[in-house]
């Protein structure tokens, strides 16, 4: 206990908790701030963002307005199918290009009829006499797009080749074997993600008015319920920090939850039987008070959560479905839900008070999506006052905070960004083994062991 005490000191101290307002400002600063010319938003530039699912753009459709990292951007299909991801500012004179035509392999803008192609090249400047057309000096702020299973990635980094797309292990699957959901939510993204890889706030937010009778003897939650304040083991991993959260199961076993972050802003929740457990959360930055929540799942894949309690009634926790809100134009008007705080996140105080819910709110994403909202915009780190069940959360910050710093004072490759494969190896879920067993080993193990609907990588020779 002693030894455990002293490493959640450690990984405190480490994340600069408790220390001077000033040093708390900078480091929260440099977390969470995304625009271009800021510590976090130059580090995730470097890797590929899952932007939009496919069918969002039409071929010769309407432009989308897409924010991504504080930057306003247009996204459309051309006449091949190819899709353009640029600066919504026509290089002209910065007429929205949001207003223009999707026509012939290009969008044209609507003010002077200037045309760019998919990789941001004028190919037309009709309003220009053809002696003193310049088209060729002239080229949209376009960055690298890339489609792989449904999904559209966006690449805003500097380089003149674009790093390989992240081997996200879900993103790997085919389309007809993949479920995939966005919803924005309305804070910043440093929160919204903290809340996947913090495993004690389950037993309450989210299960906090189930008994143990409410489950059967081999459903795994009931161990959540019998013992709702777990223990940690955390560390940094090459893909990012992985815990270990452990209660005592029967006959001398450990009941264990394994979750992830991955760079930049990947999670993997231990919601689901390790072997089979294949899915991933994306936490993108839309800009500093706003995040797109993309999740990727292995549709045939067992259900992470069973939905009703051993007399067959329903748990209402495990209600998954969201309800939108019709999207918009404009540019936080894609997979909002209906449920905000404008009306306080549908809230039933009723349900609340008589025990039907510990929240009052019945959508388990909604529940995660009200407190992380409820928190502002941007949380105030100097009011915290972190605990031992946060020792994830202060490791995350430290691990996210130094490589993005080393990237930026002396161009340390991010990781993950040449070398993808290495998030082949993250895995999340839980597991019951004897006691005793080192996490660790027991970590690989059960990654060795695990069902692989994406073969893993060979190992260079």
Known sequence: MRRELAQWQADLAAAKVGRKTVSIARDSDDLTRVGPGTVMGDFMRQY???AAISSELKTDGDPMRLMLLGEKLIAFRDSSGRVG????????????????????????????????DAEGNCVDM????????????????????????GLIWVYMGNRQAAPPLPMI??????????????????????????????????????????????F???????????????????????????????????????????????????????????????????????????????????????????????DGTLLLHVNRVHQYQPNTTDWHGRWRLANNEANDWGIDRNAQRDGRLYTGISNIHLQDQAVTESMGPITDHAFEHLGPSDRMIARTRRRALLAARAFRDTGTPPPGVDDPAVFMRSRSGYFILKEGADWRDAYAQQVDAAERPVPMPQAAE
């Open 48 to 50: 590929w963002i899952p």
């Open 169 to 214: 292990e879900p993103s790997l699957l085919p389309a007809h074997d993949m479920t995939v959901s966005f919803v924005q939510r309305s804070c910043n993204w440093m929160q919204a993600m903290e809340g996947d890889i913090d495993t004690a706030h389950f037993g309450f937010l989210h299960v906090g008015e189930k008994k143990i009778e409410d």
């Open 216 to 310: 059967d003897p081999d459903d795994m939650l009931r161990y959540t319920v019998l013992n709702r304040a777990p223990e940690y083991h955390v560390a940094d991993a090459p893909w990012g920090t992985t815990y270990a959260a452990y209660r005592p199961a029967e006959e001398g076993g450990t009941y264990w939850r394994f979750a992830n972050y991955m760079f930049p802003f990947w999670t993997q929740t231990p919601q689901g039987e390790f072997a089979t457990h294949v899915g991933a959360r994306a936490w993108v930055p839309m800009d500093d008070n706003t995040t797109m929540h993309v999740h990727i799942h292995w549709a045939s894949a067992k259900p992470s959560v069973r939905t009703v309690k051993k």
């Open 85 to 116: 991801v640029m600066d919504h500012r026509c290089p002209h004179r910065c007429a929205s290009l949001f207003l223009g035509r999707n026509e012939e392999n290009g969008i044209r803008c609507v003010y002077h009829g200037w045309k760019f």
């Open 126 to 149: 009709p309003s220009v006499p053809p002696h003193q057309d310049f088209k060729g000096k002239v080229k949209a702020k376009a960055y690298k797009t890339a489609e792989r299973n």
